[in-house]
């Protein structure tokens, strides 16, 4: 039978197995016949032999006798371990030597049932690295759920101004005036004035681009000899509104104000 295994994969391309002089023993490499593949042929088989894979700096030596892996050594490692960590193995070169028992038997288990175990250790492990790679984000969505939402809301106004040096006062509002969140740093003004302007502001805007027939509202500038106001749309029922001296850059203000409205957004 292994005179005519030999002679079928020499002929089946990238399945180069050697025969040596004796055929009693071939070679190969991994790419072209993996772990598995290996495995359950030579565990049909039924025959006794012994496989040595070499992987790198590994080498295992796999037993088979009577149509299962009796036995195997990894280093210091013995039985079914040695066939989970080899089963993972992509690269390395292998061969088979016939006729060599087992110096001991230290599995009892089918080459099938070594197979679908190592299978099945191999979607666990694959589980365990998504979720690896998602239990970051998902710790950092579980701390911002146990904070309220006007904290979070406080804290994305609170980064607003100090990062920016346009903006010097920002708002959270509802559409009737109602301040959701404010950081307003002139004692002067009151916040509950800036949540009524803001709301008039929009009022206004959104009856000038209808009427107009502008579209939606989108956001909104007013110029003062002191400073501008910049009013922003964040959803139906809630704007964005701003604050910033005389003189600014302008365009890098609407950017802060798009970007932060971003944020505001998630939040709410």
């Known amino acids: 039978m292994w005179q005519a295994l030999f002679g079928l994969w020499s002929l089946i391309p990238g399945k180069q197995l050697l025969r040596e002089e004796n055929e009693m023993a071939l070679q190969g490499n991994l790419q072209h016949m993996s772990v598995a593949d290996l495995i359950q042929q030579f565990g049909q088989d039924g025959k006794t032999a012994q496989l040595t894979i070499q992987h790198n700096d590994d080498k295992a030596i796999l037993y088979f006798q009577g149509g299962t892996v009796a036995h195997a050594t990894l280093g210091n490692v013995q039985g079914e371990e040695v066939i989970y960590r080899t089963l993972q193995w992509e690269e390395g070169e292998f061969s088979l030597e016939m006729d060599i028992a087992p110096p001991v038997v230290s599995m009892q288990r089918s080459w099938s049932g070594l197979l679908l175990e190592g299978a099945r250790r191999l979607d666990e492990e694959k589980v365990e690295e998504t979720v690896e790679l998602v239990e970051p984000e998902t710790k950092e969505k579980e701390k911002m759920a146990t904070k309220r939402k006007s904290d979070l809301l406080a804290e994305v106004l609170k980064g607003v101004l100090e990062d920016s040096a346009d903006i010097d006062g920002a708002a959270i509002v509802g559409i009737d ?83 932060a409205a971003a944020r505001i957004r998630e939040i709410l």
């Open 177 to 259: 005036g109602l301040v959701y969140s404010a950081n307003v740093p002139n004692r002067e003004m009151d916040e509950d004035i800036v949540g009524a302007a803001g709301a008039a502001i929009l009022g206004l805007s959104n009856r000038g681009v209808q009427q107009m027939k502008r579209g939606n509202f989108a956001r909104t500038l007013i110029q003062g000899d002191d400073g501008n106001i910049i009013v922003a749309n964040l959803d139906q029922e809630t704007l964005f509104v701003c604050l910033t001296p005389k003189n600014v850059n302008l365009g890098m203000a609407f950017a802060e104000v798009r970007d």
